[in-house]
């Protein structure tokens, strides 16, 4: 079992930055894909972005391509999210995922483990 704990919310002005954070625990992260997605109020949830297991790969979702940041620190077993120049549209509730499947899915049921979420709240 993959414990995870997202942090690192809360409100900013658009164009403003926040860095969220993914601290896992149970097992090391090195074996595992990471992801973040979000889910705005009455939408489904959505990918935002992943990374290959020892960080070389990266895959984004266009709305948020050269904005956002995927890292990871494995021996900090912690995943981290840098969001730039955020925009009202990113409001949402952000998840943290892994992955045993070694895929940089954009699907949320090839995620074996979730966060409990981090809401983002950006105001134009």
């Known amino acids: 079992q993959v414990q995870l704990v997202d942090s690192g919310g809360g409100l900013v002005q658009a164009g403003g930055s926040l860095r969220l954070s993914c601290a896992a625990s149970g097992r090391t992260i090195d074996n595992y894909v990471m992801g973040w997605f979000r889910q705005a109020p009455g939408k489904e949830r959505k990918f935002v972005t992943a990374?290959?297991?020892?960080?070389?790969?990266?895959y984004y979702a266009d709305s948020v391509k050269g904005r956002f940041t995927i890292s990871r620190d494995n021996a900090k077993n912690t995943v981290y999210l840098q969001m730039n120049n955020l925009k009202p549209e990113d409001t949402a509730v952000y998840y943290c995922?892994?992955?045993?499947?070694?895929?940089?899915?954009?699907?949320?049921?090839?995620?074996?483990?979730w966060g409990q979420g981090t809401q983002v709240t950006v105001s134009s």
């Open positions: 995922a892994a992955n045993y499947r070694n895929l940089l899915s954009t699907t949320p049921h090839d995620y074996d483990y």
């Open positions: 990374i290959s297991r020892r960080g070389s790969n990266t």
